[in-house]
């Protein structure tokens, strides 16, 4: 198993310009995260999803959009990316049920400049 | 609100000092408290999920532990390979699937 794979993980763009960051998972999770994590804040969590064609705000919403369409992939869009979204940012899923409920697994993250 | 503190930021150790993480925390009813460990320029790695307070876990030379307001990452004898960044986080009761990370704590051990 891949666990969790990220697209791209480099990536640089200039103000204004839009993007989408994919995640895929081959665990069947239920659930999926997108985080970022920049110096001194931690990780914080920006959308999430708790079910194929379904996605809920998170702590840090503004700018981004998400779309989980099937299963196993949860995409991260920038439609005018600003240099406050220069980050490392992850995604993560997790199972629903059972012991190991909730236990989140990370990706290996794709770290974005905006200049 | 739920919150996490960890404490010390960071912390330098020789190889084999033995050291604890503290990692505080408030929340409306404890779902489950997690310890990852993050390598420089990777994602989280999951260690640990405690449930209730008194549980305890163990992994190699590290082992977790639970109270009602903090949890402990106790490092026994540690190597120059534990040397990363520790991360605590909660999930509470409130109907949220969502984690709260605290800031992280940045462990160095000198051989």
């Known amino acids: 198993n891949a666990g969790v794979t990220q697209t791209p993980k480099f990536r640089v763009l200039k103000t204004g310009q839009s993007m989408t960051l994919l995640c895929a998972q081959d665990?069947?999770?239920?659930?999926m995260y997108w985080y970022r994590q920049d110096p001194g804040m931690g990780l914080r969590l920006i959308h999430y999803?708790?079910?194929?064609?379904?996605?809920a705000k998170g702590e840090v919403p503004d700018g981004y959009n998400v779309s989980r369409l099937k299963k196993q992939n949860f995409l991260l869009g920038l439609e005018s990316a600003a240099p406050s979204q220069t980050s490392v940012y992850f995604c993560?899923?997790?199972?629903?049920?059972?012991?190991?409920?909730?236990?989140?697994?990370f990706g290996p993250g794709t770290r974005l400049t905006v200049t | 609100e739920d919150q996490v503190t960890q404490s010390p930021e960071a912390l330098r150790l020789q190889e084999g000092e033995s050291s604890s993480l503290n990692c505080s925390y408030t929340v409306s009813g404890l779902r489950g408290l997690f310890w990852y460990r993050q390598d420089p320029g990777k994602g989280p790695e999951f260690l640990f999920t405690l449930y209730s307070a008194g549980e305890e876990k163990e992994k190699e030379r590290l082992k977790a532990t639970l109270t009602k307001k903090e949890s402990f990452l106790h490092i026994t004898a540690p190597k120059p390979e534990d040397s990363a960044t520790y991360l605590c986080a909660v999930q509470g009761q409130g109907g949220s699937e969502k984690l709260v990370f605290g800031k992280g704590m940045k462990l160095t051990v000198n051989p």
């Open positions: 993560a899923s997790s199972p629903l049920g059972g012991r190991h409920s909730y236990e989140q697994y």
């Open positions: 999803s708790v079910g194929e064609g379904t996605t």
């Open positions: 665990m069947n999770h239920e659930y």
